[in-house]
């Protein structure tokens, strides 16, 4: 099986947009809809014709695009459950722990409520992937608009557990320098930390992309995922034996930061 071919390119002020496909079935998914003529763009320059909308979350920045591109090429939404009122032109509506079949490329759902209370994240196991919409971000993850600290920690959570290392982590936002000059003064000795923060202003100063990450990156680096850090525990001044005070805390710094 040839491997899902990833189409990455930016959208509005700072989102990321992409398309999958699966080359020999010949069908396409776009990971949300921020803007239509730069989707339809992307559609040009690869000759792919649309066949669904993978929708992470109801945010206009992410789901506004739906009603047009289905109208013009006939696509089949697929969305949050949870969330399956809010997303516009839902056909097919996934909740925790199902299955979507891009061509032979299989993707599972988790729920990660927190940014929104519908969610989802899409798993591509076998191709190494996730697109994770706004719940996590490179050295950040989602401001909490819907949920509470509890829930968006236990999304997260879920997916340190279920990402191996490798699995590379398509984000739906360029937000990584802002996020790492945050992390540094949470977690200021962390040397995967300073090493990932050196790249990234390398990266923005040439104007390139720090998306997609790897998850081995962001357990390494990103504080969000971190809350068992011993480091970032006493900086914060809070004991270890509550992982959701210390990510509600580091939350609540990153807002007023
Ligand atoms: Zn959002
Ligand atoms: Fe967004």
Sequence with gaps: MQPLKVHMFECLQDNYCYLVHDTEANVTAVVDTPEVPAIERALAETGWQLDYILNTHHHWDHAGGNEEL???????????????????????????????????????????????????????????????????????????????????????????ERLTDDTLIYCAHEYTLANAKFALSVEPDNPALVARASEVEALRARGERTVPSTMRNEKAANPFLRPDSPALQARLNLPGDDLVAVFAETRRRKDNF
């Design 70 to 160: 289905k109208q013009k090429t006939g696509c089949t939404v697929v969305g949050p459950a949870a969330d399956r009122d809010r997303i516009p032109g839902i056909d097919i509506a996934l909740a925790d722990g199902e299955h979507f079949k891009l061509g032979r490329h299989e993707a599972v759902v988790y729920d990660t409520p927190g940014h929104t209370s519908g969610h989802i994240v899409f798993h591509f196991a076998q191709d190494g992937m996730a697109f994770v919409g706004d719940t996590l971000f490179s050295l950040g993850c989602g401001r909490l608009f819907e949920g509470t600290p509890t829930q968006m920690w236990s999304s997260l959570s879920k997916l340190r």
